[in-house]
């Protein structure tokens, strides 16, 4: 059976004399990392608010590909064979979402950054499912590049975030 106790010590094997392994000078002075409140401060303390007028590279994307979507959204829905009225009219209520998401990201504002974040967290699903469901490779490809483009945008867009909510401060 092995020790229950966890503590350091010297163990006396034969002839040598055993001391568990030393812990090297790099490792015992490099700083410990920071966990709970004390990270999240350090987070807050490294970002900067935004100046006036600018928009984070993240947001712009962000609003170049909601602008993008809406006339690819009117395009798939008229080359569509038969659509139905009810097609129809969810073509016409995500186009105005999109839109009104490009405005608002195109202005920086944190409840459009929010909202189009909702919907990359739901592109992330659908790509999820179509790879997961997938009877073909090209429809798993698909997939995965729906997720990874909406993932990817989601995770930058997190940070920017942050900095659009921060206070001006005083001075800046």
Do not use: H
């Not at 002839?15 to 030393?22: G, Q, S, V, W």
């Not at 970002?47 to 602008?67: H, K, Q, S, Y």
Request: net charge positive; proline share 5%; aromatic share 6%.
């Amino acid at each position: 059976m092995g020790s229950r106790s966890r503590k350091r010590r010297r163990i006396v094997t034969g002839d040598a004399l055993f001391t568990p392994r030393e812990i090297p000078a790099a490792e015992a002075t490099r700083p410990k990392r920071l966990r709970g409140q004390a990270a999240e401060d350090a987070a807050r303390a490294e970002l900067r608010p935004l100046a006036e007028g600018e928009r984070p590279r993240a947001v712009t994307a962000a609003a170049i590909v909601a602008t993008v979507a809406v006339p690819a959204n009117l395009l798939a829905s008229v080359i569509a064979r038969d659509p139905t009225a009810a097609q129809t009219r969810f073509t016409i209520i995500q186009c105005l979402v999109l839109a009104v998401a490009a405005f608002g990201l195109w202005r920086s504002r944190y409840w459009a950054v929010l909202g189009f974040q909702i919907l990359l967290a739901l592109t992330c699903v659908i790509g999820a499912g179509m790879i997961a469901l997938a009877s073909n490779v090209l429809g798993a490809i698909v997939g995965l590049v729906l997720l990874v483009a909406a993932g990817t945008l989601f995770w930058f867009l997190v940070r920017a975030m942050a900095r659009i909510q921060m206070p001006r401060r005083p001075g800046a």
